[in-house]
Nanobody, 128 residues
Framework: QVPLVESGGGLVLPGGSLRLSCAAS????????MGWFRQAPGKEREFVAA????????YYADSVKGRFTISRDNAKITAYLQMNSLKLEDTAVYYC?????????????????????WGKGTLVTVSS
């Protein structure tokens, strides 16, 4: 088991920024491809971003491309999602997830939720 815990959510004005973090409670994330997903009220969960276990080839949903950045710091066993230029429609519960040795070739599967471990989510509310 990999106990993923998200943090960094909150209330932000449109156009503002937030950085979400995902930690593994002391375990290394070195061998896991990481992904971020979100679920808005009344909607299905959707893919946001992914990064390979090597820390390369970041991949984004079209809706966040150019605004969000996924990264990882293996030394600190943490993955991040930097969110800039936030819009009202970015309001959702954001989940991080991990896939064993997830690489860029796995992105089609990861994008559809093919992950091995999930966090419990952190709420991001974009509102004026």
């Amino acid at each position: 088991q990999v106990p993923l815990v998200e943090s960094g959510g909150g209330l932000v004005l449109p156009g503002g920024s937030l950085r979400l973090s995902c930690a593994a409670s002391g375990r290394s994330l070195n061998n896991y491809g990481m992904g971020w997903f979100r679920q808005a009220p009344g909607k299905e969960r959707e893919f946001v971003a992914a990064i390979s276990w090597r820390g390369t080839s970041p991949y984004y949903a079209d809706s966040v491309k150019g605004r969000f950045t996924i990264s990882r710091d293996n030394a600190k066993i943490t993955a991040y999602l930097q969110m800039n230029s936030l819009k009202l429609e970015d309001t959702a519960v954001y989940y991080c997830a991990a896939r064993v040795l997830g690489d860029s070739s796995d992105y089609p599967t990861m994008e559809k939720g093919g992950m091995d471990y999930w966090g419990k989510g952190t709420l991001v509310t974009v509102s004026s």
